[in-house]
């Protein structure tokens, strides 16, 4: 099955992925072509299917460890396939091909639980992740192989399973006469550092801390779950930023950590917020500056990475935001003033005619074509690992 797959000089596949916001579940039908570290990929059809609220809400109780019991993660996890195969179903429709047609989905699925960091409690040392949506039943619904699970193997080498989406991206948008950054702006931020002609081994990615998250919360509390998220950054654009708790925020240990390092909601979320929206209420806040500072401290945390982890090393000319946040003008225009006295041009995925809403489904496709084909999917030099490891399961459906 996965020679066949592999030796089709054209594959057609299918990437989900849903990330930290929970908004829902992003599917790419893409087309694939050539091998090796040149692949050609061709975005045939997106569509996001959002989760519907009372769902969303039970995947946000998994992210309390003691909310996640076996019984609700098991439950969770069948459920979600469910959800994922319909999304998948839905991007083959929008693309106008049968199932039949498509030779592989790849499944990012929804992380619950992220802990790279080795807990050697036991005698091993132990890194952790949990992503849930049944592979198994998003192969049996849509009648096609299924590849999920990627973050396990790279974790076994001992990565730290995170940053994935640096590997797709060395693929397809390395270029070698300028530095170029790639930042997405999900729940968490993330940017990825491709060196002029770099060789794989020069890449190196990381978290560079809360990218929509707080904000998310923010908007969330100002409008009693009404609103999730600052549409077009209006309640940022009419708030003050407040620099006393801008500078509070902007101490949190992680900002200084070595690389490699990632992060999530582990880190950044209920206590993290708390401690904003407190400040907030003591010192007289409106919502709009709590989101003001929200926003001031994600373009922050951006500028101050490339500063503090990139700049020694290399020059960049451009930074490319991808993620929710990129369509956030108020937190893209404080990024280009922040980025702007380094001589750092800030553009889109739009600006490129690329999607940046489907840049993390289109990469999982690239990265489930990669390991039917055998090939590392992975940059070690990114993760920690000990060595690239060929990341993901594979689900077979049964014969029909």
């Known amino acids: ?74 439950y969770m996890n069948f459920l979600l396939g469910e959800y994922f195969a319909a999304a998948a179903l839905a991007v083959i429709q929008e693309g106008g091909v049968r199932p039949g047609d498509v030779d592989f989905i790849a499944s990012h699925g929804q992380t619950i639980w992220h802990a790279p960091v080795a807990d050697t409690t036991d005698g091993y040392p132990i890194r952790c992740t949990v992503q849930i949506g049944e592979g198994a039943v998003i192969a049996e619904r849509t009648g096609i192989p299924t590849v999920s699970d990627f973050r396990v193997a790279d974790m076994a080498a001992g990565g730290q399973g995170a940053p994935l989406v640096p590997f797709t991206e060395y693929l397809l948008y390395r270029r070698d006469g300028e530095t170029i950054l790639l930042q997405n702006i999900g729940g968490i931020g993330n940017m990825t550092v491709l060196p002029a002609g770099a060789a794989p081994e020069a890449v190196y990615a990381f978290d560079t801390g809360p990218g929509n998250m707080i904000i998310d919360a923010v908007m969330t509390a100002a409008t009693n779950g009404a609103e999730r998220f600052d549409r077009d950054g209006a309640a940022a654009a009419r708030g003050k930023v407040c620099e006393t708790l801008l500078q509070t925020l902007s101490q949190d240990a992680y900002y200084t950590l070595p690389l ?36 001031e401290l994600t373009a922050w945390s951006i500028a101050d990475a490339y500063t503090r982890y990139v700049l020694p090393q290399y020059r960049a000319a451009e930074l490319i935001a991808g993620g929710g946040g990129s369509y956030n003008p108020t937190l893209l225009a404080a990024l280009a003033r922040r980025l702007g006295v380094h001589g750092v041009h800030v553009r889109t ?27 590392p999917n992975v940059l070690p030099t990114v993760t920690g690992a000990k060595h690239a490891a060929v990341m993901g399961k594979l689900s077979l459906p049964s014969a029909r």
């Open 1 to 74: 099955m996965m020679e066949r797959i592999a030796n089709k000089p054209c594959r057609l596949a299918v990437g989900l992925m849903s990330g930290t916001s929970v908004d829902g579940i992003d599917a790419a039908l893409v087309e694939l072509a050539g091998s090796g570290d040149r692949p050609k990929v061709e975005l045939l059809a997106f569509k996001n299917t959002p989760y519907p609220e009372a769902i969303r809400e039970k995947i946000f109780g998994l992210f309390q460890p003691k909310n996640a019991t076996v019984d609700k993660l098991g």
């Open 260 to 295: 490699p390092k990632t992060t999530g909601r582990e880190h950044f979320g209920e206590q993290y917020t708390a401690k904003l929206l407190s400040y907030g209420r003591e010192n007289g806040l409106s919502f709009d500056d709590l989101a003001a500072t929200a926003t």
């Open 349 to 375: 995925q739009e600006d490129l005619g690329l999607s940046s809403d489907a840049k993390e489904a289109v990469a999982f496709a690239l990265l489930g074509d990669r390991f039917l084909a055998g090939l």
